[in-house]
């Protein structure tokens, strides 16, 4: 599998302070997207982004959340004010495409954020 | 919209058994595709197969295969000769073959399906 590193991989943060989690593809990547796990309960979409856009996102993204390609290689995702129910793992996922499987969707290890 | 049902919360099987888990779903679309995807406790998720929605022959990888019923919208998971490393979290996922740029590749969860494994 393609390697996708993200940092932190886990942070204890207090309620109301801002938080960015990082991804790092080994290789370039076009398609970028961030899932959320709470503990317990199943991954959720909550954006993806394309060509330093945002193309879509979920209902779960609202203004609080933030993505960015600030160096053209980090991508980054802000949480500008933590709430404890932001208390979850948060993925980065990227989409590679070989000739066996086609476009596949590959995630990284995860960052997993506390927020007390 | 569409979405993804793992009826089993917890499944457990002796080691060297096989195990199937299950999974449905509901779409209005013909073409698609359907993953299975491991989360071990580091909560890694990691990609255990896929199927094209278009292809009627099941998906296998080793020790992993799939029963695709189209018709039925069920896409289960055998795990054969289970191993002690395959106990983890198991999630079925379901993404659009439609093409809308980067959101194509979004995938929807089912909620999991826990695999344990007794020695």
């Known amino acids: 599998e393609p390697e996708v590193t993200q940092t932190p991989s886990h942070q204890v943060t207090q309620m109301g302070q801002e938080v960015i989690l990082r991804c790092v593809p080994i290789?370039?990547?076009?398609?970028f997207y961030w899932y959320r796990q709470i503990l317990g309960q199943k991954v959720e979409f909550l954006v993806s982004?394309?060509?330093?856009?945002?193309?879509?996102k979920s209902e779960i993204f609202d203004d609080q959340f933030s993505v960015e390609r600030p160096d053209g290689s980090n991508f980054t995702l802000k949480i500008r004010s933590t709430k404890l129910e932001d208390s979850a793992m948060y993925f980065c996922?990227?989409?590679?495409?070989?000739?066996?499987?086609?476009?596949?969707?590959?995630f990284g290890e995860g960052s997993w954020l506390t927020v007390v | 919209a569409q979405t993804v049902t793992q009826s089993q919360p917890e499944m457990s099987v002796q080691e060297a058994e096989t195990v199937t888990l299950s999974c449905t779903y509901d779409?209005?679309?013909?073409?698609?595709?359907l993953f299975w995807y491991k989360q071990p406790p580091s909560r890694q998720m990691i990609l255990v197969i896929r199927?094209?929605?278009?292809?009627?022959q099941n998906a296998t990888e080793n020790r992993f295969s799939v029963n695709f019923q189209k018709a039925a919208k069920s896409f289960s998971l055998k795990i054969s000769d289970s191993q002690l490393g395959d106990a983890a979290m198991y999630f079925c996922?379901?993404?659009?073959?439609?093409?809308?740029?980067?959101?194509?590749?979004?995938?929807?969860f089912g909620k999991g399906t826990k695999l344990s494994v007794i020695p």
């Open positions: 199927q094209e929605a278009y292809k009627q």
């Open positions: 996922a990227i989409v590679v495409w070989d000739i066996r499987s086609g476009n596949t969707i590959y």
């Open positions: 982004f394309y060509n330093n856009e945002i193309s879509e």
């Open positions: 290789s370039n990547h076009l398609y």
């Open positions: 996922a379901y993404r659009s073959a439609a093409y809308s740029g980067a959101g194509s590749y979004q995938l929807t």
């Open positions: 779409t209005s679309e013909s073409d698609y595709y």
